[in-house]
T-cell receptor, first 115, second 111 residues
């Protein structure tokens, strides 16, 4: 248990569906992240929020829409996804984005399958 | 951001010491070296971080030579539960801690 929770843990959706992934951190951190991990590919950073402001969008398609309503919660809204978007989506958080020693705490991930 | 190179896979046996070396030839002055561990279907977990010389914690040791162009993660007396993927990352000081993961090293510990 890392202090970062993600729901749902598994999600199957059709290409026309709209769904949302939720991440919550109980660590009092100031930065939150979304990563994508596809089979046989390294983890890819998707979005970074620092103090509730998006500071990084790593060329992610618009069918992925992040939302950070407060420093404890992060959402990833999904719509009209493609089968190649099937992956493990990981959320992470870290404290004090200005410090060098900035360990990231990862959640367990949401295993997404797009049919 | 400095690119890292590490072996794709390694094999070991229970009770042995495992050393995983990572090269980062273009590491910048303000970069730190960080290692994460990932088990299947789980998020990565921080293991250790260092800037130079040697760092040790309850899990591992990290050796960094003076030129900082490489680093070695040392896992003492591994067990089956240490079977995982180990990532070496170079992290710039400050900012929002952007982590760029490579393929990592897949360590298999055998009985």
């Amino acid at each position: 248990e890392t202090g970062v929770t993600q729901t749902p843990r598994h999600l199957v959706m059709g290409m026309t569906n709209k769904k949302s992934l939720k991440c919550e951190q109980h660590l009092g951190h100031n930065a939150m992240y979304w990563y994508k991990q596809s089979a046989k590919k390294p983890l890819e950073l998707m979005f970074v929020y620092s103090l509730e402001e998006r500071v990084e969008n790593n060329s992610v398609p618009s069918r992925f829409s992040p939302e950070c309503p407060n420093s404890s919660h992060l959402f990833l809204h999904l719509h009209t996804l493609q089968p190649e978007d099937s992956a493990l989506y990981l959320c992470a958080s870290s404290q004090d984005p200005g410090r060098a020693y900035n360990e990231q705490f990862f959640g367990p991930g949401t295993r997404l399958t797009v049919l | 951001l400095a690119k890292t190179t590490q072996p794709i896979s390694m094999d070991s046996y229970e009770g042995q010491e495992v050393n995983i070396t990572c090269s980062h030839n273009n590491i910048a002055t303000n970069d730190y070296i960080t290692w994460y561990q990932q088990f299947p279907s789980q998020g990565p977990r921080f293991i250790i971080q260092g800037y130079k010389t040697k760092v040790t914690n309850e899990v591992a040791s990290l050796f960094i030579p003076a030129d900082r162009k490489s680093s070695t993660l040392s896992l003492p007396r591994v067990s089956l539960s240490d079977t995982a993927v180990y990532y070496c990352l170079v992290v710039p000081e400050g900012g929002y801690n952007k982590l760029i993961f490579g393929a990592g090293t897949r360590l298999a510990v055998h009985p």
